[in-house]
């Protein structure tokens, strides 16, 4: 599975990247939401290659096949639309995604009922929810059929009963291999990591 970050450029394109900027070999930043598209991709990035977009990696994503983690980090108008449009060639085995907040998944469920979704948690908001609910109450609340959690979070206690409630569990962002393997004991279902060559060796 390719996990990736969806933004808007400034012409509304669906482009892909982690921070609100990108910089190019030269040093330069870029401000994704301020740049045109055709900017964005006429870019050097380090590796003679410019800032995708979200229908160049669903091609790519077909002929591999490979699943795609499309997380957002924009939302509202209809861009929830358009992201389902884009996925909708994928199977629902072959896209997940995460990041959209409740007005999201809202709009995203009536543009595709069957695009599998994740409710995503980092460690400061996943304990404040602990803090004022039970685990209980908790799973009780997930709308979703993944999870996509802050790797401390995700204890062998809230894994196993993320698991048994039927949701996918996945955990973000691990670099650190002893931290990996303790998670793929514990039985999560993926591991977000910029060490991938790493992961890698531990299946």
Same mark, same amino acid.
């Given at each position: 599975? $390719? #996990? ?12 892909? &990247? ?12 870029? #401000? ?7 900017? @964005?991709? &006429?870019?050097?990035?380090?590796? *003679? ?9 669903? &091609? ?20 929830? #639309? ?7 060639? @994928? ?5 997940? $995604? ?5 007005? &999201? ?7 595709? *009922? ?5 409710? %995503? ?16 109450? @908790?799973?009780? %609340?997930?709308?979703t059929q993944a999870v996509t959690w802050q790797y401390p979070l995700l204890t062998s206690k809230t894994v196993s009963a993320l698991k048994s409630r039927g949701f996918a569990v996945?955990?973000?962002? $691990? ?5 990996a393997r303790k998670l793929i004991d514990d039985g999560v279902d993926g591991i977000i990591s910029n060490c991938v060559d790493e992961l890698t060796e531990l299946e």
């Amino acid at each position: 599975m $390719v #996990e990736c970050d969806i933004r808007l450029s400034a012409d509304g394109q669906l482009v892909l &990247s982690h921070d609100p900027h990108v910089t190019d070999a030269k040093g330069k930043h870029w #401000e994704v939401a301020k740049t045109l598209y055709s900017e @964005l991709a &006429s870019l050097d990035l380090g590796a *003679g290659q410019g800032v995708p977009t979200l229908k160049e990696l669903v &091609s790519w994503a077909l002929t591999a096949p490979c699943a795609i983690m499309a997380d957002m980090k924009c939302e509202g108008d209809g861009v929830e #639309e358009r992201v389902a449009k884009e996925l909708e060639p @994928l199977p629902p085995i072959l896209k997940l $995604v995460p990041g959209a907040g409740a007005e &999201s998944r809202l709009s995203f469920r009536a543009a595709d *009922g069957d695009l599998p979704l994740s409710l %995503s948690l980092d460690a400061s908001d996943g304990e404040e929810l602990l803090m004022n609910f039970d685990l209980i109450r @908790l799973l009780d %609340s997930i709308d979703t059929q993944a999870v996509t959690w802050q790797y401390p979070l995700l204890t062998s206690k809230t894994v196993s009963a993320l698991k048994s409630r039927g949701f996918a569990v996945y955990a973000w962002t $691990v670099d650190d291999m002893a931290i990996a393997r303790k998670l793929i004991d514990d039985g999560v279902d993926g591991i977000i990591s910029n060490c991938v060559d790493e992961l890698t060796e531990l299946e």
